[in-house]
C-alpha cells in the first residue's frame, strides 16, 4: 500500500528576471515590485503558499532585486513613526509582508533560465518535495489552485503541474502538455501528463493545455536538472526536465485550471488585474467602478 507522501512547507520563487517587457520601469525597479493595487505582486505570490501551507519561503532574486528583500525585511523607523501617529490600519499593512513567512534568498548568478533558477534552491530544499510559484502568476485566492494540487498528490504521488486552456494560436507562447484523462475513482482531477514541450512551433503542438507558473516537484528533479542540456532560447527549461521525468516512467500529473489567474509579466494583463482587483475592494471599489463606467462612457474615448 502506497504511503501518503510528505506535505509540502517549502515554496520556492523564482525572481531573477530582468522584466524587459515593463521597461524602462524595471531598469532599476524589479517587475516583482510593481503595484497591483497597493501591493506588490510578489507578496500576492508568497501569501498564496503561506495560504497553502508552506512557510518556507526561497526566492531565487539576481541583480538589483534588494528591494524584494526590503519590502519583507523589519522597517524600524517606518513601524515607529506609524506607531506614534496611532495609524494601526497603515502600521499593520506595513508589517504583514515581515510576518507573512520565514523568507530566504540566493541569487542566480546567471541568466540561464527557469530550470538553472530552480537547480539553485537544492541546497536550501534539500531532499524534501517543494513547490515552484512563478512571481509573474497571480492566482485569485478564490479559486485555490495550490491545494487542489496537493489534493492530486496525495492521491497519485509525484510531481503535479499547473495546466490550462488557452487558445490553439497562443500555446506557442507555453510549455504545452499532453495528457491522458483517465476516470479517476476518487471523482478527482486530475490527468496524467504524457509528453511536455517548451514553446511548440505553431501548429506542432499535442494540444491546448499550456503549462502555467506553480508545480510541486519532488526532489528527484533536481538530479534531472542537473543533466538536461540548455534547450529552448538557450537556456535550461523546467519543462525539458519535467519531459524527462515522463519519458522515464516517472510520476507526473497535471491539473487543469479554469479559475483566475493574472500574467503581470505582461503589460496588458497587469493593467487588467490592476483594474479588476481594485473595482473588487470593499473601501476603493465602489467609487472607482463608478468612475470606471462614467469614463467607459465618456467623450474622451470617442475615436480610441
Not at 495550490?146 to 503535479?160: C, I, N, P, T
Not at 491546448?208 to 528527484?220: F, H, M, Q, S, T
Not at 487588467?272 to 468612475?291: I, K, M, N, Q, Y
Request: glycine share 8%.
Amino acid at each position: 500500500m502506497n504511503s501518503t507522501p510528505p506535505r509540502i512547507t517549502k515554496a520556492v520563487i523564482p525572481a531573477a528576471g530582468l522584466g524587459t517587457r515593463f521597461l524602462p520601469l524595471t531598469k532599476a525597479t524589479p517587475k516583482e515590485m510593481l503595484p497591483v493595487v497597493d501591493k506588490p505582486a510578489i507578496q500576492y505570490v508568497v501569501e498564496e503558499a503561506v495560504a497553502a501551507g508552506m512557510s518556507d519561503v526561497l526566492m531565487i532574486t539576481g541583480r538589483n532585486k534588494r528591494p524584494l528583500e526590503d519590502h519583507f525585511d523589519r522597517n524600524h523607523e517606518l513601524e515607529e513613526a506609524l506607531q506614534r501617529r496611532g495609524d494601526q490600519d497603515k502600521l499593520n499593512s506595513v508589517c504583514a509582508s515581515t510576518e507573512l513567512a520565514d523568507i530566504h534568498y540566493v541569487r542566480q548568478r546567471d541568466p540561464k533560465g527557469l530550470g538553472h533558477a530552480v537547480l539553485c534552491a537544492a541546497p536550501h530544499v534539500g531532499r524534501e518535495p517543494f513547490a515552484v510559484l512563478l512571481a509573474d502568476d497571480l492566482i485569485d485566492p478564490r479559486d485555490p489552485l495550490l491545494s487542489r494540487m496537493a489534493e492530486v498528490r496525495s492521491r497519485l504521488g509525484g510531481s503535479v503541474v499547473a495546466l490550462m486552456e488557452v487558445d490553439p494560436s497562443a500555446i506557442h507562447l507555453y510549455g504545452c502538455a499532453a495528457v491522458e484523462r483517465r476516470p479517476d475513482p476518487a471523482g478527482g482531477d486530475g490527468v496524467r501528463i504524457i509528453d511536455l514541450v517548451e514553446k511548440p512551433e505553431p501548429g506542432t503542438a499535442p494540444s491546448n493545455l499550456a503549462v502555467i507558473g506553480r508545480y510541486l516537484l519532488d526532489p528527484e528533479i533536481f538530479d534531472v536538472l542537473r543533466e538536461t542540456p540548455p534547450g529552448r532560447g538557450g537556456e535550461i527549461q523546467l519543462t525539458d526536465a519535467l519531459r524527462a521525468l515522463v519519458r522515464a516512467g516517472r510520476p507526473v500529473h497535471g491539473v487543469v485550471f479554469s479559475g483566475r489567474r493574472y500574467d503581470t509579466g505582461d503589460r496588458a494583463e497587469y493593467l487588467r488585474a490592476t483594474v479588476r482587483l481594485a473595482c473588487e475592494r470593499e473601501d476603493l471599489g465602489p467609487g472607482f467602478l463608478s468612475w470606471l463606467r462614467e469614463f467607459v462612457g465618456s467623450e474622451e474615448l470617442v475615436g480610441v
